[in-house]
């Protein structure tokens, strides 16, 4: 009797990744759909902000039926970001290392569980970075699975894998795709009934963002380190650096205030207490904030408060470890050319 095969496919509830799985379940191969939450995907922030909002992996494994786990790796992936071997796209996206580490954590899964093999809607020559031979099998040595991940997609353009030649699952039904054109996608997507998918583009991924990238090698040359709390800033709020250089992070909403708050024992914290906005400030070299800052993080937060007359009270306190009472005092809005010239964007 043969064995029943199993395997983990890396899952963001695109075309690809939903078409990859399909082709591997008509196989009579059990998949189970992974998506690793990095905390740095547009998806995962609008979730972060409070938004009634699901990740695309979440929804369309629920709708094409796909037995789905949500994994967590934020914390790990930082490392990744800030200290990536093979360095980074145009932007500050760490590609061929965010693969080899998914790749790395998907094995890990399939080690431990009893899964044989894994699963990747890559598509040849479909990206620059890290979807050509060459970074595909570096991306594969590395992760530790050489032989062991099944593009269906392109995979008649590819070396043969482990599971296609134990005869696991037949080379001669999956695909030959090469390239950026889609349209073998949409023809394979009618066949298989897939009728909606996330928007295909790789978009969703701040790292690739441009204003991102200035923001992150903006706090890196002003205060010579990324943490993680300075990374995961980076994707909440309005960022302003003062002329004293300690940077000040201001809500846009519900969520976003909610976010702030939650740190606000390690940073210092400005409330409008009902008006709109709080924001978070951290001075560099240094731990205490001057009056003059203080006051000025005011006139920024009345800028955006809701008071009438273009004045807000702000109360304000000290992160654990400082010795500040914290206290209250009056912000007037701040002209709007200050406020551009401070905004780092
Ligand atoms: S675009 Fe973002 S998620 Fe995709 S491989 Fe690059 S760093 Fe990773």
Known sequence: MSVKRKAVALYSGGLDSTLAIKLIQQQGIDVLAVYFRTGLMISDVKRLKGKAFRSPAEKYAEKYGFDFRMIDVSYEYFDVVTNPRYGYGSNINPCIDCRIFMFRKAAEIMRAEGYDFLVSGEVLKQRPMTQHLQSLQLIEKRAGVQGLIVRPLSAKELPPTIPEIEGWIDRERLEGIVGRNRQRQFELAKELGIDE????????????????????????????????????????????????GTKVVVSRNAGETHALEAMKRRYWFFDTVGQGPVALARPVGRKELTEEEIGTIADLLAHYAKGEDGTVQVMFSAPEGVESPGGTVIGRKLDRKTLEDWLVR
């Open 197 to 244: 998918y996330e928007p295909p583009g790789g978009g969703g991924c701040y790292l690739t963002d441009e204003s991102f990238a200035r923001k992150y090698k903006e706090v890196v040359a002003v205060e010579g380190e990324m943490t993680r709390d300075h990374l995961f800033l980076l994707v909440v709020g309005r960022h302003f650096r003062l002329p004293t």
